[in-house]
């Protein structure tokens, strides 16, 4: 009975300390949160377009299509910061930047006389998007070091090849959720927490680089480091 009485004992002070530390102020668990991180987006269609020659004027005959094109971003590795603010245990915002290189394939078909080529084009492509954060404090796990989160937001997507010669400029809408783990938890420093987080977003993208007027839909993943301070 003296074992299971110390077994109880410790448990009933790991659950105390758990709770304990998931119920700090916003403040002890840091206001300022800044991370750093690298993940990959995924790719989609960017449509096409057919190369047509025009009839001489008043003939009635149609036009003839010389060769047709469908173009496609590629996947890309990409670079995200973050930089947010804890506005309670719950809730904070965040402002993000996220750069990536992805490729626009486009293959020509239809042409008999120089087959099927590929063309490549390598954008630069920025992403400057704000969130909102909402920690499921209910589903916080290993003395709540471990917390679930979901996300969603807005942002301005920016996209131009090595020349610059092309420019186009979109929005994006973003919704997801992941987890964050703090690794270490300082009790007498500015440095409240330092974790890593995993997160998995759903993109929904308006215009940008894009044969056709329509949305398009992607999914990016991200591992990153945080620093929470103050």
Sequence with gaps: MIGGGRSLVVAAVVLGV????????????????????????????????????????????????????ESELE????????????????????????????????R????????????????????????????????????GRLRPFLVGGLGYLRQLDASSALVASGGVVHAGGGVKYAVWNPTDSWVKRVGVRAELRFLIRNDGFDFEDRRRTSVSGFASVFLAIF
């Design 18 to 69: 758990g709770l304990a530390v998931s119920a700090l102020p916003a403040a002890a668990q840091g206001r300022l949160e800044l991370g750093v991180g690298v993940g990959a987006v995924s790719g989609h269609p960017v449509g096409g377009a057919d190369a047509t020659l025009t009839p001489n004027t008043g003939t009635a005959a149609g036009g003839f299509t010389l060769f047709s094109t």
């Design 75 to 106: 996947a890309a590795t990409a670079l995200d910061l973050r930089l947010g603010w804890r506005l309670s245990r719950i809730f904070a915002v965040e402002a993000g930047l996220g750069y990536a290189t992805p490729n626009v394939a486009t």
């Design 108 to 143: 020509v078909t239809g042409d008999a006389e120089a087959g099927s080529p590929r063309l490549d084009t390598v954008l630069s492509q920025w992403i400057v998007d704000g969130s909102v954060v909402a920690h499921l404090t209910a589903l916080e796990a290993v003395g």
